[in-house]
């Protein structure tokens, strides 16, 4: 994926992720993340909750936890 993109989209893409500035933060916001994340390591992240084994990829490979973490959210 990241070979068929434009190196100055790939660029802009990353600058803006990393130098992200949230100027209203809503505390209601929960953040679920995978520890084994290498595309947004969970030590660059506020996290309410974490997946154990979960990656940037997690919404299609743990799906089911995803979900449940939902369900109990709500």
Known sequence: MLKSKDKIYM?????????????IYNPNIIQIHGDHDNTLPIKNVKVTLIVEGG?????????????KLIREQL
Request: aromatic share 4%.
């Open 55 to 67: 990656s940037h990829m997690m919404a299609l490979t743990r799906g089911e936890v995803i979900g």
């Open 11 to 23: 660029k802009r893409a990353v600058d803006m992720i990393i130098n992200w500035q949230r100027e």
